[in-house]
């Protein structure tokens, strides 16, 4: 069985271009979560989706934002990108939306803003 | 807000020392608690996940186990191999409403297993 897939692998932008990231989940799982590893800050939760629409958000700028796709992919926007959005970000998947369910994560997405 | 704490942050041993890593929390409001391993710029691969409910989880070499009323959980790691060098992340699942379904992280251990 496949597990998380996240696209691309590494990812160069500038300053003020937009970055999108893209997640597949585990075949069956509906719930997908956005993570953020910058150098320093450790892991800092971004964004939750489930069933197509963002349940929670955390404490980031309106400029990133995302979508939940009717086959449960996701994408990841960051517009107006500044230097400090360079880290390593990560999606994870689960089987649905409850607090218990083990979230499996995928391989990153390496974001270099220069 | 629930805070994680790791401590140490890194940890060096020789090969086939028995070793604990810790994780601390600060609400006890917790659903779940779970260990991940992170190798050098990769993803995390999840180790062991403890619901509330439970007091220890076992796969092969690792035993995590967590005390929920005390705000720790411990990873014992037996026997260790060079190829469990990387670092281990604690994560725990906040029953707060406004938390939602995210996981709040540790910063981390650094391990590293020497031959």
């Known amino acids: 069985e496949a597990g998380v897939t996240q696209s691309p692998t590494h990812l160069i932008k500038t300053r003020g271009q937009q970055a999108t990231l893209r997640c597949s989940p585990i075949?069956?799982?509906?719930?997908v979560y956005w993570y953020q590893q910058a150098l320093g800050l450790g892991l800092q939760f971004l964004l939750w989706?489930?069933?197509?629409?963002?349940?929670n958000r955390g404490n980031f700028p309106p400029r990133f934002s995302g979508r939940q796709f009717p086959n449960y992919s996701s994408e990841l926007n960051v517009n107006a990108l500044e230097l400090e959005d360079s880290a390593l970000y990560l999606c994870?998947?689960?089987?649905?939306?409850?607090?218990?369910?083990?979230?499996?994560f995928g391989p990153g997405t390496r974001l270099t803003v220069l | 807000k629930q805070e994680v704490t790791q401590i140490p942050a890194a940890l060096s041993v020789p090969e086939g020392e028995n070793l604990v890593l810790n994780c601390s929390f600060t609400?006890?409001?917790?659903?779940?608690l779970q260990w991940f391993r992170q190798d050098p710029g990769k993803g995390l691969t999840s180790l062991l996940l403890?619901?509330?409910?439970?007091r220890e989880q076992t796969s092969g070499r690792l035993n995590a186990s967590l005390d929920k009323s005390s705000g720790r959980s411990t990873l014992y790691i037996a026997a260790s191999q060079p190829g469990d060098s990387a670092t281990y992340l604690c994560?725990?699942?906040?029953?707060?409403?406004?938390?939602?379904?995210?996981?709040?992280f540790g910063e981390g251990t650094q391990l590293t297993v020497n031959p």
């Open positions: 403890i619901q509330s409910s439970q």
């Open positions: 075949s069956g799982h509906t719930s």
């Open positions: 609400d006890s409001a917790i659903y779940n």
């Open positions: 989706y489930d069933e197509g629409e963002e349940r």
């Open positions: 994870a998947s689960s089987l649905g939306g409850q607090a218990f369910d083990e979230q499996f």
């Open positions: 994560a725990v699942r906040p029953r707060r409403e406004t938390s939602g379904s995210r996981l709040t």
